[in-house]
C-alpha cells in the first residue's frame, strides 16, 4: 500500500494541462450572523481524467462542502477550480452531482426520470425518441429496462440508487460528483451495486469525485483515496490502491486497504480529541 508521507507536495501541483479538475489552495468560510465557521483550509487537489477519487475524513471535514464547490453551488471564500483549464463559475452539465433517492421525482416514473435529465441538453431539447433511446440505454447498463414503467415507490432502495445513477450518467457529464452513494443499503445490495459501478466506469471513463464514510467502499471503488483531517479540512494523506477491476467488497485486500485507511481516521480523531501526543 503506498501512503504518501506527505501531502504538502500537492500545494505546488504539477503543469496544469495534465489535470481534468484542478482545486487550487481553495478555501471555504461560512459567514452567518453569529459565527464564522472554517470549513476548507487551502485545499489542492488534483483529480485526472477517467479518475476516480474518494473523499474520506471525519464528520465535518468539509467533504460536501467541496463537491458543493466543484458543482458550482457554492463559491470558494479563496482560490480557484478549474475543469479542463477553465475557472469554473458555477453550476454546469458538465459537473453533474448524483442525487441520493429522495431527488428522483416520485410522480415520474422510472424512464421519465433518467430522460428528465435529457430534458435541457441542447442535442435532446425537442428529441423525445432519441431522448427515450438514451433513457433505455441507461436503463439497461443500470440493469432496469424491465422496471423503465413503474413507479419510483415501486421500486426498492438499491434500485432507486440506480435510477439516481442513470439519470446523473444521461446527459454525459465528464465529472460525476457524489456524495455518499449508497447509505442504508444492505450489504448484498451494496456489494451488486459496487461492482456494477465498476462495470459502468471501465465503461465510460467518466472522471469521479465522490464521498464516503465506509473505507470498505473507499478500497473498493477509488482509484485514490484523499483523507481530510478534522475541521477545518486539510490535505492528511493520500492513499492510492493498486487493485485490478472489477474489485469484490469482500476480498482481502479490499479489506487490507480498507484497515489502513480507517487507520488515517483514527488518528484523525485522536488529534482532534487531543489524546496524541
Ligand atoms: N451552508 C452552510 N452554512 C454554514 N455552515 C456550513 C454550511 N455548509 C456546511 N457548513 C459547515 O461547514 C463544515 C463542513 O461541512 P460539510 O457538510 O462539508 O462536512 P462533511 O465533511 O461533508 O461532513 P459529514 O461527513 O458529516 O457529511 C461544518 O462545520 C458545517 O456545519
Ligand atoms: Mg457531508
Known amino acids: 500500500m503506498k501512503v504518501a508521507p506527505n501531502p504538502e507536495p500537492l500545494l505546488t501541483p504539477p503543469a496544469m494541462a495534465s489535470a481534468k479538475l484542478r482545486i487550487e489552495r481553495v478555501v471555504k468560510t461560512f459567514q452567518n450572523a453569529t459565527q ?42 479563496d482560490g480557484t477550480i478549474f475543469l479542463d483549464g477553465k475557472e469554473v463559475k458555477g453550476p454546469g452539465n458538465d459537473r453533474l452531482m448524483m442525487f441520493q433517492e429522495h431527488a428522483l421525482f416520485p410522480w415520474l416514473n422510472v424512464i421519465d426520470n433518467v430522460m428528465y435529465g435529457l430534458k ?35 421500486l426498492s432502495g438499491g434500485m432507486k440508487q440506480r435510477v439516481a445513477l442513470a439519470r446523473a450518467l444521461a446527459p454525459d457529464p465528464q465529472v460525476l460528483l457524489i456524495d455518499e452513494p449508497f447509505p442504508a443499503l444492505d450489504a448484498l445490495v451494496r456489494a451488486k451495486l459496487y461492482a456494477q459501478l465498476q462495470d459502468i466506469l471501465v465503461r465510460t471513463r467518466k472522471t469521479i469525485l465522490s464521498v464516503t464514510h465506509d473505507p470498505h467502499e473507499a478500497a473498493c471503488l477509488a482509484d485514490r483515496v484523499v483523507v481530510f483531517t478534522a475541521r477545518p479540512g486539510r490535505l492528511k494523506t493520500q492513499i492510492q490502491i493498486d487493485l485490478p477491476r472489477p474489485r469484490d467488497i469482500n476480498d482481502p485486500q479490499v479489506a487490507d486497504y480498507a484497515r489502513g485507511i480507517a487507520a488515517e481516521l483514527e488518528d484523525t480523531n485522536e488529534e482532534e480529541f487531543g489524546t496524541k501526543p
Open 120 to 154: 435541457w441538453e441542447r442535442a435532446y431539447r425537442f428529441r423525445f425518441r432519441a431522448r427515450r433511446k438514451r433513457a433505455m440505454e441507461l436503463l439497461e447498463m443500470v440493469h432496469l429496462t424491465e422496471f423503465a414503467r413503474s413507479s419510483i415507490h415501486e
Open 36 to 77: 464564522t465557521v472554517e470549513a476548507l483550509q487551502p485545499m489542492s487537489l488534483d483529480v485526472q481524467e477517467g479518475e476516480y477519487v474518494v473523499l474520506f475524513g471525519p464528520s465535518g471535514c468539509g467533504k460536501s462542502t467541496l463537491l458543493n464547490l466543484v458543482a458550482g453551488f457554492e463559491e470558494p471564500t
